[in-house]
């Protein structure tokens, strides 16, 4: 690759390779204060290259490639490099990580102990994470959340937030400038920006934290909680998992005793100060 760089998220070293600068300058941007170990081999590698030579500089579009790839996935024009990046860096986890049981779960942490958050895309467990992070709780992921299979605890993998549509104006009324990437309009999930994780989540980004709530948010509609037992719990789980049947009996140990140890709640809400309120409400509760 003509260009490239590493990046260290969690437990995660990444090689990122691009026929363009780009994307990597981008990426180099919103992954500047994380730790950077160019001796330590990467764990996963992506690649941004253009499909056909000329593809560089006649309509440039981007091919994303890497250790593990999806077939006959289409190519994104060059000013979505940053989203096929970022696309790529989570596609390995994805389908190669097996270190962990990986659930597609934003989490938070506070005094050691976290919240983790599933639901399907739109659900609103991005923005839940990145707002609730922005207080005093600490932001742990917005994409993937990892369990340890052997001590139960929750890993951080605290990635650039991937806020999408409205959650991006409620963002930036927040946070300064200086930690929103550029806006990416008409994607095909919409307009994305990506948020700049604060200071602090990164420099704890290996410390683990105890699972201590399971919400599985949805957002619209009136606010609601519904207790959720360890069956339901269990299920929900499995299908937020990437790598569950790969892990064989350690992945179904480190769930069950994932659902048995900690209480589950759907919850349903209007806005993001209804849902915040439900989350705080659930963590008083679970603190009893």
């Not at 593809?55 to 077939?71: N, Y």
Request: net charge neutral; with cysteine.
């Amino acid at each position: 690759m003509r260009h490239s760089t590493r990046i260290a998220v969690g437990p995660v070293q990444f090689r990122i390779g691009s026929d363009w600068r780009a994307p990597v300058a981008a990426l180099e941007r919103l992954y500047a204060a994380y730790p950077q170990d160019a001796a330590r081999p990467a764990d996963a590698t992506v690649r941004l290259f253009a499909a056909r030579p000329w593809r560089r500089w006649l309509r440039p579009s981007v091919q994303i490639g890497g250790d593990f790839v999806v077939p006959d996935a289409l190519p994104l024009p060059l000013s979505m490099g940053l989203l096929a990046a970022e696309m790529g860096m989570n596609l390995q986890v994805a389908l190669g990580w097996r270190r962990h049981l990986l659930l597609h779960a934003s989490a938070v942490a506070r005094d050691g102990r976290s919240v983790l958050m599933s639901g399907v895309s739109g659900s609103g467990k991005s923005t839940l994470a990145a707002l609730l992070g922005e207080g005093d709780w600490r932001l742990m992921g917005d994409e993937f959340t990892l369990i340890d299979p052997a001590s139960g605890d929750a890993l951080a993998f605290p990635r650039a937030v991937s806020l999408k549509n409205e959650a991006i104006a409620e963002m930036a009324a927040r946070v300064d400038a200086t930690r929103l990437g550029p806006l990416l309009a008409g994607t095909p999930k919409g307009d994305i920006c990506h948020l700049i994780p604060r200071a602090d989540a990164v420099a704890a980004m290996h410390e683990p934290a105890r699972p201590a709530l399971l919400l599985f948010p949805r957002f619209g509609g009136a606010t609601a909680i519904e207790r959720l037992g360890e069956g339901e719990a269990f299920v929900r789980l499995t299908e937020a998992s990437t790598n569950y049947t790969a892990l064989g009996e350690a992945g179904f140990e480190a769930l069950t005793r994932l659902v048995r140890a900690v209480p589950a709640f759907g919850i349903s809400y209007p806005d993001s100060a209804a849902g915040l309120a439900l989350v705080e409400q659930l963590w008083a509760e679970a603190e009893r």
